[in-house]
């Protein structure tokens, strides 16, 4: 089993430096991720300047590919040009902070996951909640767990599931549920300043709390009742019944 693991946080984040030990026992494990925090980055992708690479050792160790560029650039290049070999299988995170919800859209950690499956390798992306702290040692040990049972399983090329961990610093999860992702919209707050040339600028601040007390069969419902998630995503953004119905009422034959 040849592994791939990626972020958005960046390769000198905790979380993926947890993620990577934590694997180690699954398989050969490779390191490929941004050079930089990431995280909103979304499926961003580098074209118009280089993809500097560099070689990050740990405490003297080689711990993997730092790459000047988007997660998905990261797993683009880390499967075409930098593993050693094709990975069976990428993990992306462990992302400090949930995706859940339709941060899956925004997410660098997911749309590293979801490139992974473009290019035909079984993925998952894995979010750790906070309450403040980060237990990302124990949440490397969920990750494991969860990997394991993946691949005990059997997840095909194509496969995306996007994972999500309660806080950990204070207890065990409830239990694993396998959710629907919650389509809740972010409820903006904007921090409104000014500089000290008098000009006002904006800061997102908070992405509000989104009700999830409706939907408790949702990554946002389950997760924040104390769940690890799990959610297949999928990446064929057509709406199939509108596409039917647009069909029916909109094909043309020939000039008007
Ligand atoms: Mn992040």
Not at 27 to 48: I, N, R
């Amino acid at each position: 089993m040849h592994i791939l693991v990626t972020n958005d946080d960046g390769i000198l984040a905790p979380g993926i430096k947890a993620l990577a030990e934590a694997l180690r026992p699954l398989g050969e494990v490779e390191v490929v991720a941004p050079d930089t925090g990431q995280s909103g980055a979304g499926h961003a992708v580098t074209f118009l300047t280089p993809l500097i690479c560099e070689r990050i050792s740990l405490r003297g160790e080689f711990f993997g590919w730092s790459v000047a560029g988007s997660p998905a650039d990261c797993v683009k290049l880390g499967v075409r040009e930098l593993c050693r070999r094709r990975p069976d299988l990428v993990v992306s995170g462990i992302n400090a902070g949930a995706n859940r919800g339709v941060d899956v859209i925004y997410s660098g950690t997911v749309a590293a996951a979801v490139e992974a499956a473009f290019i035909g390798i079984p993925s998952l992306a894995i979010s750790l909640a906070s309450r403040g702290g980060f237990d990302f040692e124990r949440a490397g040990q969920w990750a494991r767990r969860i990997v394991g049972r993946a691949l005990e399983l059997g997840i095909a090329p194509g496969t995306v599931l996007n994972v999500n961990l309660p806080p950990l610093d204070r207890g065990e999860p409830q239990g694993v549920r396998v959710v629907r992702q919650s389509t809740a919209p972010w409820t903006d707050v904007y921090d409104r300043r000014e500089d000290p040339r008098g000009r006002s600028y904006f800061w997102l601040a908070d992405s509000g709390e989104r009700d999830a007390s409706r939907e408790p069969d949702t990554d946002l419902g389950a997760l924040r009742a104390g769940f690890v998630t799990i959610t297949p995503l999928q990446y064929d953004l057509t709406e199939y019944r509108r596409l039917r119905w647009l069909e029916r009422h909109w094909n043309e034959e020939g000039a008007p």
